[in-house]
Each structure stands twice: as structure tokens, then as C-alpha cells.
């Protein structure tokens, strides 16, 4: 009787763990879009209903974030894209700021050789070159159907009537209104106290988004629009010129392809460490059976932990601009070299983080990003992920312009051995200099089941950005998790240094947690932030597409 009650048990194991998933999240029949504010995905949605494809309506949904959600959606700032096209074709592009021809490998430090505190991080002299306008409108250029003005008609309409506050955004906005008038001065437009429930207009946005309407991307990196970016930055101590901007393009750039058992996975390249990094994650854990460990039970969570200790270590030494760096990706991503790198796990104890690396550093990047993901009805699909670096960037806002300005400076390594700077190999990769791009955790990622369309998805986290998106793969292709509960599910990420797991405070038990430390796991107690905000498409098995729009924000998932 036993071994029948077993044999029955085991059956009704296999039966679920193939059982279909149902859907929890929104679904839609034709196309979707899933992003941080509902006013953007509604628009980039409205384009395609117009007959526009997915690359008409990433650039909608770019440029809507930008007035709907200037936390992170920008004109000044910078991203990544992924794509595939319905025939299979993918590729990806960098639309990453740079630094100015002004820049070189000390700018940021002081007589001493120590690093000057807030100069990379607050106001004009931690502005990169701007990427975001040149990404949309290479994108549209390249792929796009619809006209540029048209695509850009309901954004400008949103900008003049304005964008109601939610609850997370006036929250957002007293938390940083000191900072925007400590930079900008107590007359600019983010020193008024705005309340859920207020309006924002932006009568100076949709003035820079009419003249890019008719002028194109000219519009932006020369002429008028341009000197007064320029003026005003130097003006205020910083380092672009018209220069800067005229000579400024986004790089169409191969992406990380690589299968994990039957998936192939399309993911950024470098300058985004995304793509490698994950790629060494997946192929770390591939020789084991994590889906039948159970979803975030102590052994799938030393398995990952260990496999991110690893990559992430790698990801500090090797990683940067590849326009000015031999990044050795090949040898990195290599069977062999990955099964020595993972020769010493063990499920018995922890691997401290000083055996797998000599280097000392700690890695912190901004949280403050946002990304989308897009499904058009002929079945092209778009990840992209785009930033300002940290909330509202330098926190620099251009009155006349009508958009804040990143500091993306902050990415690159000021000096070794520093907080937010990368160790030794990693420090010289990610050094500044003029015309360099600053490595980046993006990690937007499209996902193939048996070869066709399976899974849209990336997030905002800055470092933990390259392990949400891995947990969020992995919970629905391993774990059988619908799309919307995978997006739900509460996250853990490690990152070599500093040597602790976090979790986000909700959704792991204090049990769990001890055999975890029993192990050898530092666990980093306190308030923890919330891990990524994921934006997410599947496409289920009859076509149909069900979104999965992050709870921890006010993303939305929309369609038809």
C-alpha cells in the first residue's frame, strides 16, 4: 500500500510539473504592451491598433515614459533594446550615453587622488551624453511603418493636458524634492509639493517633442535644441558641448544568444553585462534539476546564489565597453571553463565569496530604471530598458527642454577600491574615458521555446536587475508559474560582493532563512528594497499573450 500511495505521489508530480499553466495575469488575443505607467503601455497599444508595429510602438511607449514617468523615462538619459522580428531575425541596440570628449580617467577626483563626493552622481558634471532620442529614432528609421508624427501625436496631447499623480509617485517626488531644489534652485517646476490626484503638464516637453516631430533626431543632437542642452550644462559646471551632442550615434549591436535545455535566450551584450552574465548563470546551473527542488526552497536558492557568486565576479573583472575593450566572452561563456568555475559547489556549505575571487570591492548601481516589453499581432516582439541612472538622474531638469538629465557618469570606476566602483581588471575595463560607454546591469531578454515566441521580459534594479530577469525565467519555464505570479513571486539576489544574500522582506519564512545561515550564508537582515519591478510577456500555447505587470509599482500590462 505504500509504495502504491508513492508511485501515485510521483505521478501526480510529474502530471503537474507538465500540467499547462493557467494564465493569471492580463491576456490579450493580438499584441501587448507592459510597462511602468499605465498612460505609456496605453499609447504604445493605440499606435498598433493604428496599423503600427512593435518598433512603432517602442517608440511610443519610450517617449510616453518619458512624460508619464520621469523617474526614469527620459530624453536624457540612455538604454538598451532587444528584438526579434516574426521570421526569427533578432538583434539588439545600444543606445547607451557616453562619456563627453572632456572626460578622462581622473575627472572625479581631487588634488589627493580621492574621489570628490556627489560630482559624479548630482547636477551638470555627472552628465553623460544623452543616447534615447537617437535610439528611438534609429529604431523607426530602420523598422518602423507608421510616420514619426504621428507615433508622436498622442504623446505631445499627453504632455500638454498632463498626467494625473498616483499614490508611489507623490511619494517619489517629496522623498527627492529637497535634492531637485538643492540643484536647481527653488523656483523649478519639481519644488511645488504635488499630491496624489494632482496633474503635471509639460508645456516645455511636448515643445521639444513637436520640434522632433518635424526635425527628426536633428532636432536633438544639433541646432537649437542642442545649444541650449550644451549651454545650459556648461553653464552649471558640466562637461557636454554641442560637439558631444552632433557627434553621438546608437550602435546596432549582436546580442547573447544561448540555450538553456530547451530554451534559447537572446539577451543585451555588452556594454550591458546582462547577457553574459546570465548566460554563465544558466549554463552553471543547467547540469541540475532545479525545477524539482521547489520553487525558492533552500536548495534552488544555494544553486542560484552560488552560480550568481561566480558570474558576478567575473562580470566586475571582465566587462565594459567592447569598442574599447578585448572582453574575453567566448572563453567566459566556454563549457569547460564554467565547469571548473562551478567545480566547488557543493549543497553541504557555502562557497565564500574571497575563495572565488581575490578582488575587494563592493559593486552598488543604481535601482532607478524602467523597461518595457511589446508583442505586435504579426508576432514581433521588443525588450527594452531604458534610464536616467539614478531617480530622475542628476536631478538637473532643463526649464525650457522639459526633461531631467541622467548621471550616468556615476557607472563607470572613479578609483579603485571605492563603493560603486569596480576591483583591479574590472576598474581598468570600466575606467573613464572620452567617448566611452558605461558598462550596465540592462538586461533586456527575449526568450525561444522550441523555436518559436516564448517569453518578453527585463526589469529596473540596477545590480539585481541581471537576477530578477533570471528568476523570472526560470519560474515560469521551471516552475510552472503563470506569467503575472512569476512576476509576483518574491525575489533574492547575490552578487559576489558584497558576500550576503538579500531578500525582499515579504515572502521568505524565518526557517528558510536559519538553514540558509547554517550553510554559510550571510543573510543581510533589516529593511531590504524591493528587487526590480519586471514588465513581462508569455506567449501561451494557443498564441494568445498574457502580461505580467510588476505590483511593487504602477506598471500595467495592455492589449488587444
Known sequence: MRKLTVLLSLLLFVHCKQAPIIPTGLVTEKAMVVSAREEASKIGVAIMEKGGNAFDAMVATELALAVAYPFAGNLGGGGFMVYRKKNGEVGGLDYREKAPLAAHRDMYLDSLGNVIPNMSTVGATAVGVPGTVAGVFEVHEKFGSLPIATILKPII???????????????????????????????????????????????????TLTKLSVEGKDGFYTGEIAKKLADFIQGRGGFITTEDLEK???????????????????????????????????????????????????????????????????????????????????????????????????????TPSERVSHGVVEVVESMETTHYSIVDDEGNAISATTTLNGGYGSKLYHPELGFFLNNEMDDFSSKIGVPNMFGLIGAEANSIAP??????????????????????????????????????????????????????????????????????????????????????????????????????????????????????????????
Open 435 to 560: 567617448e566611452k560607454r558605461m558598462l550596465s546591469s540592462m538586461t533586456p531578454t527575449i526568450v525561444e521555446k522550441d523555436g518559436a515566441l516564448y517569453m518578453v521580459v527585463g526589469t529596473p534594479g540596477g545590480s539585481t536587475i541581471i537576477t530578477a530577469v533570471a528568476q523570472t525565467i526560470l519560474n515560469v519555464y521551471e516552475f510552472n508559474l503563470s506569467m503575472q505570479e512569476a512576476v509576483n513571486a518574491p525575489r533574492f539576489h547575490h552578487q559576489w560582493l558584497p558576500d550576503m544574500i538579500m531578500f525582499e522582506e515579504e515572502g521568505f519564512s524565518t526557517e528558510l532563512k536559519e538553514e540558509l545561515k547554517s550553510k554559510g550564508y550571510p543573510i543581510l537582515e533589516g529593511r531590504t528594497r524591493i528587487i526590480g519591478k519586471v514588465d513581462a510577456i508569455r506567449i501561451l500555447p494557443d498564441g494568445q499573450l498574457e502580461g505580467g505587470a510588476d505590483k511593487r509599482g504602477d506598471d500595467k500590462a495592455m492589449g488587444f
Open 157 to 207: 496631447a499627453l504632455a500638454k493636458k498632463g498626467v494625473v499623480v498616483t499614490e508611489k509617485q507623490a511619494k517619489r517626488l517629496e522623498g527627492y524634492r529637497e535634492r531637485f531644489i538643492e540643484v536647481n534652485g527653488d523656483s523649478t517646476k519639481f519644488a511645488h509639493p504635488f499630491k496624489a490626484g494632482d496633474t503635471i503638464k509639460y508645456p516645455a516637453l511636448a515643445a
Open 248 to 350: 553621438y550615434e546608437a550602435v546596432w549591436r549582436q546580442p547573447i544568444i544561448f540555450e538553456y535545455k530547451d530554451l534559447k535566450i537572446i539577451s543585451m551584450s555588452p556594454p550591458s553585462s546582462g547577457g553574459v552574465t546570465m548566460n554563465q548563470m544558466f549554463k552553471m546551473m543547467e547540469p541540475y534539476a532545479i525545477g524539482d527542488y521547489g520553487h525558492n526552497s533552500t536548495k534552488a536558492i544555494q544553486l542560484f546564489t552560488e552560480a550568481a557568486r561566480r558570474a558576478y565576479a567575473d562580470r566586475n573583472y571582465f566587462l565594459g565597453d567592447p569598442d574599447f575593450v578585448d572582453i574575453p566572452i567566448d572563453l567566459l561563456v566556454g563549457q569547460n571553463y564554467l565547469a571548473e568555475r562551478f567545480s566547488d559547489f557543493s549543497f553541504e556549505a557555502a
